[in-house]
């Protein structure tokens, strides 16, 4: 591993604690990145440069990337990967988790992005912004989830149109199931460490000509739906 060589390319993640984030951590780690993250809860990894961060506080954001950037002086890549979920009808939703969803899944994208701009113009390098198929496909009770992560593509898109002139990557990564939680080993989602491959071959991989401008991620295996073909249009 290459990650300890003061030249090394410099990889940020937030929400890199656990679950997805932590894989993509390990799978940049492992491609030869040093890599930080901004965490709530500190992982105390030796490998980790860990920079602890309330993603609800503007100026907490604002501050954990200029401590990056002054640990590392420079920045290759980006990763926006932490999440609130919080899932209630709209009837009964607690404004504050509203408020905390939109700081976390939203915002704080923004302030990263924003705080993190010059460093990335500068080394020519990428954001990978994880959104979710809950920002186009709806259900009941996620409204503050899926209005989050539909706006990510909205964000992600400008970004890309605003920075390629400057060298600058962004990739929306929507992923489907994903098996975060220790001992889910269901076929029916994706593992951690496959969507942190994805990552790293979308940071790593690109050739130089073109750029991956949203990408769609789904388990390979599906479960029998209940409701198909024609009978799924009485039941949006």
């Known amino acids: 591993m290459r990650s300890a060589d003061p030249a090394a390319p410099v990889a940020l993640i937030s929400g890199a604690n656990r679950g997805t984030g932590l894989a993509i951590a390990r799978e940049l780690h492992h491609r030869g990145y040093r ?17 602890p961060c309330d ?3 503007p100026a907490a954001v604002d501050t954990a990337v200029s ?7 420079r920045l290759d890549v980006c990763v926006t990967n932490a999440v609130d979920r919080t899932f209630a009808p709209l009837a009964e939703m607690d404004p504050a988790d509203w408020d905390r969803a939109v700081a976390v899944n939203l915002t704080s994208v923004f302030r990263i992005v924003r705080a993190s701009l010059p460093a990335v113009r500068a080394a020519r390098g990428s954001y990978v912004i994880v959104g979710s198929h809950a920002g186009t496909h709806f259900f009941e009770g996620g409204a503050s989830y899926s209005a989050t992560k539909g706006a990510l593509k909205a964000l992600t898109e400008t970004l890309l149109l605003e920075e390629r002139a400057h060298g600058v990557r962004a990739t929306l990564v929507s992923p489907g199931a994903i098996a975060n939680e220790d001992g889910d080993d269901s076929p029916y989602k994706m593992a951690t460490e496959s969507v942190a491959r994805c990552v790293g071959a979308l940071v790593q991989d690109q050739p130089s000509d073109l750029v991956i401008g949203d990408i769609e991620i789904r ?4 479960r ?12 949006v």
């Open 35 to 51: 890599v930080a993250g901004l965490n709530r809860t500190l992982l105390g990894e030796d490998w980790l440069y860990e920079v």
């Open 224 to 235: 029998d739906p209940e409701i198909s073909g024609i009978d799924r249009l009485q039941h």
């Open 55 to 57: 993603l609800t506080e």
């Open 219 to 222: 388990p390979a295996q599906l």
């Open 67 to 73: 401590q990056v950037l002054t640990r590392f002086g």
